[in-house]
């Protein structure tokens, strides 16, 4: 079987993969296993180096991931040349602090000497999207080396020419051979890889629905798993926001990665005094996003990363009009080649329809009106996901209030749209997964913690 890479700004074929066979697959595995039992007696200043080494290995090659990106997944070029400048800084955010995260606790007990130690536990498999196919992998792939493990990625199978680029980019920056591999495998294939006894954990970003079989087969065979998974964000906007500037940052959410995040802001909880005013500028801004060509710098909106999934968002945007739903931009599917689907708000939502309940991946905005901030909460929690969440309003204090204790998710914003940062911890609760990726907590998923007493 083959593994197929299709642009969807045209649908011709880049390139076919043959996929691993299992017995190829064991073998690569075995392969990482056997270079995790000398890769982790390194010291931080090795590790730290070699991951310096990557970080300039990706400067270096921006242009074309760049442009690799926007060929497998139809990511706009600039857009492209920012997610591998990010994935630059996570590699030297972790080769100048794994080494301060991971040091020795000492805890005072009535033992002469205890303390907590933090120790690798060898190869974690990684399940990647395609939607950031460099950033999703960097974010886990950084700490993940710099704490003394190695790494097995099963990509998407549609960026599986991202998936090499990033094996080969290890690779140039000095990594022993098999520190980090990539196998070629469809994601119906995944339950015997995570058996495998030498890989010891697992980590996917992705669907909800992956994400529960993933856990599943994890926990039949007792192994972690970290799961980043789907979100429906919730934006309040209050009737004491800055609407031009909120407005501003709504859009630029919805819109970003061509509307395919999960962390993109999805449904705009506005209330009623400001709903007229919001709803025009919040357009206005809809619709001066150009959709063309992703490789032309001027694109702000590329195509969907493939037909079915434009289809998929085409028909859940359907059944919300049918059941009462009212489109004021957009909602209809251009003529001609691409997975293209425009800009796209919905208002008039109801619990029931798509646009309220679901996620909606791609660019269209869910615009609910409430009566109040009371409601505005209510609404904003009342979903399955927890990911992230936003509140505008020019009173910072109370902002704060909504954020820290009323707003149910793993990342709470005031005054600007969700974005995952290397210093701050990044996850979701509820249906959005659990554990966390990034910062110290990021380091510590897959560490033994464990605890030296000396007598």
């Given at each position: 079987?083959?593994?197929?890479s ?18 190829e ?14 890769w ?59 080494k ?12 002469s ?26 974010r ?172 998929e ?117 509820n ?12 380091i ?12």
């Amino acid at each position: 079987m083959t593994l197929k890479s299709i642009n969807p700004f045209n649908g011709k074929t880049i390139k076919t993969y043959k996929e691993h066979s299992p017995k190829e697959i064991d073998k690569k595995i075995a392969q990482t296993h056997q270079t995790w039992l000398s890769w982790k007696e390194t010291t931080f200043k090795e590790r730290s180096t070699l991951m310096m080494n990557l970080e300039k290995v990706l400067k270096s090659k921006k242009e074309k991931l760049a442009k690799l990106m926007t060929e497998e997944m139809g990511k706009p070029y600039l857009a492209g040349i920012g997610e591998v400048e990010k994935c630059a800084l996570v590699c030297e955010y972790y080769a100048k602090n794994a080494k301060d995260f991971l040091k020795d606790q000492i805890i005072k007990t009535d033992a002469s000497k205890s303390f907590v130690a933090f120790e690798p536990i060898g190869v974690v498999l990684a399940i990647m999207p395609w939607n950031f196919p460099f950033w999703q992998v960097f974010r886990f792939l950084a700490p993940n080396l710099m704490a003394g493990n190695c790494d097995i990625l099963k990509h998407a199978s549609n960026v599986s020419g991202c998936a090499l680029a990033i094996e080969e980019m290890v690779l140039d920056a000095g990594f022993p051979k098999y520190t980090f591999q990539t196998l070629f495998v469809s994601g119906k294939k995944v339950n015997p890889i995570i058996e495998n006894p030498f890989i010891k954990a697992v980590t996917l970003t992705g669907s909800t629905a992956a994400g529960k079989k993933v856990a599943e087969k994890a926990g039949s065979v007792l192994k972690k798993c970290v799961l980043e998974l789907g979100g429906s964000d919730p934006y309040i906007i209050l009737k004491d926001a800055d609407l031009e500037y909120a407005a501003g940052a709504c859009v630029n959410s919805r819109m970003i990665n061509n509307g395919q995040s999960c962390i993109a802001a999805k449904r705009f909880i506005v209330v009623k005094s400001v709903e007229k005013e919001f709803i025009k500028l919040f357009k206005q801004k809809m619709e001066s996003k150009l959709m063309g060509n992703p490789i032309d710098k001027k694109t702000d909106l590329g195509p969907q990363a493939r037909t079915d999934l434009r289809d998929e968002l085409h028909q859940q945007v359907k059944k919300s009009i049918a059941k009462g739903a009212k489109c004021i931009l957009g909602g209809e599917i251009p003529k001609g080649k691409g997975a293209f689907y425009p800009a796209t708000i919905l208002t008039n939502l109801k619990k029931g329809m798509p646009a309220y309940d679901d996620e909606l991946f791609g660019p269209v905005a869910s615009i609910i009106t409430v009566k109040d901030e009371k409601e505005a909460i209510k609404v904003a929690n009342d979903s399955v996901f927890g990911l992230g969440s936003a509140v505008f309003t020019n009173d910072l204090k109370r902002g704060e209030k909504i954020a820290k204790h009323q707003l149910q998710a793993g990342s709470a914003f005031v005054n600007d749209f969700v974005k995952s940062d290397p210093r701050l911890p990044f996850g979701g609760i509820n249906q959005s997964g659990f554990g966390r990726e990034l910062s110290s907590f990021g380091i510590h998923e897959f560490i033994n913690i464990k605890t030296i007493y000396i007598k």
